[in-house]
Every structure is written in C-alpha cells, then in structure tokens.
C-alpha cells in the first residue's frame, strides 16, 4: 500500500507472483541488475589495489584465493546475470526504442488478450531463457572443470 | 470452492489507524461474482464493511480490488474462476486507504489531468467553434481507440510495480491516456505532451513490466502506448519528427444542403403531380 515503508515497497515491487511472465522477467532483470552493479563496485575496488603497489595487489590475490570454490561459483552466478541482463535487455531495447514485438493498435475484441503480452513476447522471452540456460550451463561446466569437479 | 455451498471471504480491513484481516463464511446462493459476496456480507453480516460499487457491469470502473493477489473489478470476477475456497481481498496497492477496500483516487486523477487529455488545435477556435467534424478515417480510429476505452478504475496502477517505489511517477493510466491524445489524428499537441511526460517522474521510469495490459478489464494495453511513445519522443528527440498536422475540417459533404442552395430552392410542393 501507499503508506507502507520503502523496504516493503521495494520487497512487493519485486514480487511477480499472480502476474504476467513479463512482469517476472522484470524481477529478474532488476536483481541481475544490481547483482552487476554490486560486482562492478567490488571490481573496482579490487583493481584499485594495484595503484596501491604489488603488495597490496598480491595481498588482495590472496584474499581471494582464500574464497576458494565460492570465487569460482561467484564468478559463474556473474556470468548468468551478464547473460541474462543482456539478452533481456536486447529484447527491451526492441520493444522501447523500435516498437518492435508489441503488435498494432486495434479495435478491442474479447475475450481480452493485450497484444503487447502476446505471441511475440513469449517467443522472445522463452528463446532468451532457452539461449542463456544453454550458455549459462556450459560457463557452468568450464568453470567447474577449471576447478576440477567435472 | 470445491463443490462447496458456503466460502470463506477473508478481507483485509483499515479503520484510519488500524489494519487487519477479518473472515467471513458466506452461503453461495445467489452469488456469483466477489462483488456479490461482498454485498451479500454488508447485508447479513457487517453493515461497517466498505467498498465502492456502482454499474455492476464493468463499466464504471468502481470496484476495483486486489483479489487473491492480482488487482480485478470484483463485478467482474466470478467466484468459480478463482477456484479456491478462500477469497482474499485487499484494496488497491499502491494507493491510500481511506476505509477497507476504498482508496483514494488524487493521484490517478491528478496525473490523467497532467497529460492534457483533450484535443489541442494549434487555433483554439477549431475546437469551439468548429463548423463541421474533423475528418477521420478509419485507419485512423483505429490509431487510437484501444486506448479510449479506459474506464480509469485504477487497476493498472495496482499492478504496477514502478508506482510502487516511485509514488511520482506519471503511471500507466496517464500515459496510456497521454499517447491516446498523441495517436488521435484531430490533435496537434505532439510536441507538447511529449515534453510533458519526457521527465524524472515521466515515461523513462517504466521499464516494461507489462502488468498494467495484464491486469486491465478493457484491453486498453498501458504497456503497449507507453511503448510505443517512447518510439515517437526518440524520433522527437533525434529531430527525426517535429510535429504533427491535426486532421482537416471535413468539407460539406453534401453540396445541394449548402445555404445557398437551400435559400434558393422552390417551396416544397406536397401535391402529387400528374
């Protein structure tokens, strides 16, 4: 509700429950989304440690090195939300700059099925999660054998 | 409702300081829509129960409600297609509560005024007085007719979950509306109302969740005209557009009725000749 706090606010914003597949799509490129940005700031302040000097840098290396299997399957969750925020974010960019996979205005028939959430869209949607399923499992495997587990 | 002859109605309650969740068991006889229910509750159980109701037909866009978690017009909502033998209602999200399932309705109506929703000539006196009808085609009608049907319930709003954080934001409603005006041939308002919904709280904060086209009663489709306006203030933007010439004033369509013409005909003779 409107007098409810930010955190609730923000917490029901997210919940695609009862909606449209393309209101869970939303969820998923929101948190992708911050996902990247989280990793793009820890990035930065992981590469800001070689102006510190090699020490600093190696000391950081060995930071690191201490996740162990958790760097590698961090590495791999990164890779899903790069996979995903981007493909979904093409689909976007197809619909809000070019109009494209939305349908035309028409004269309202029922039983009501709005075009903008049609045909087009599933196909898009389900071609994505299919292509970046497919690709996130192979990072998945050769990250995995990288580590020996595979 | 598994075969069931009664139902529990669960709803979510706001007396001005308290909320809470209260159960009612209802008979079905004679209920067949979440709204009948409602009513069948105020009349034999609660008289305190509020909600607002009027066409009972989908029309007036008056009993809007969350039920069983998606925002529905309860006279539109039929207990059977739920499928279940416990109905939630909860107001509206995404609006203040003012008793039970009656929100207030300021924004929605502060924003639908925002956008201008009425026919801008560049000559005022084209739409005052205005000798005959614009001329539009069919082709044209279509452009625009979709999204005339918004009975403004508020619903879409509900649904959307950038109102939900950006309680600023223009919202589907007003832009769905906004663009209705921009597709209209008659208009000649395309730059202006662009420049109206271009802003922090404006067009760029939807991020296509498309729940406002799920959940509205009249296929209007929010999501699809905010898309689609996006497309034209980038053609705005990158100066690939400029404006847009309004339809003309159609001409007499049928010469012989001109004054002129009716002036100088002969008296009518009623006689039949031989």
Redesign the interface.
Known sequence: ???DSIWK??I???DP????I??W???L??ITGVVLILFLIAHMVEIFHISLGPESWAATLALLGRLGPLENIGLWIIAGCVFYHGANGLR?LL?????LL??K??????P??????GKN?RIAIWTITAVVSGIWIWAGLYILAGLGIV | MNGSDEIILRVRRFDGTREWWQSYQIGLTGVTSVLDLLNKVREEKDHTLAFRQSCHMGTCGSCGMVI???PRLACQTNISELDAGVVNVE?M?????IKDLVVGLDSLIENHKKVKPYIIRGKKEEIFYAPREFEVTQEGT??????D?CIMCNLCIS?C??V??D?LFLGPQALGQAFRYL?DPRDEGWAERLELVDDDHGIWRC?????C??V??????P??AI??M??EL?KKRLLIRRGKKGAEITEPLQPHFTEEKLTAAPPLDFKRGD
Do not use: W
Request: hydrophobic letters at 30%; proline letters at 10%; a positive charge.
């Open positions: 509700m409107a007098n606010r923000l029901s914003s997210l429950r009862h909606y449209n393309e209101r799509s939303y969820t490129h929101r976007l619909n809000q700059v070019f109009g939305l349908g205005p028409r004269m309202p028939v029922y009501y099925t709005p075009t903008s959430l869209q | 069983n978690g998606k107001p999200h995404n609006s203040p509560v279509t452009q625009f007719l979709q999204f049907y649904a979950p950038t939900t954080i309680p597709a991020h296509f969740a498309g729940a086209s799920y509205c009663p009249k296929d209007v489709d999501a699809k898309q689609l996006k497309k980038l």
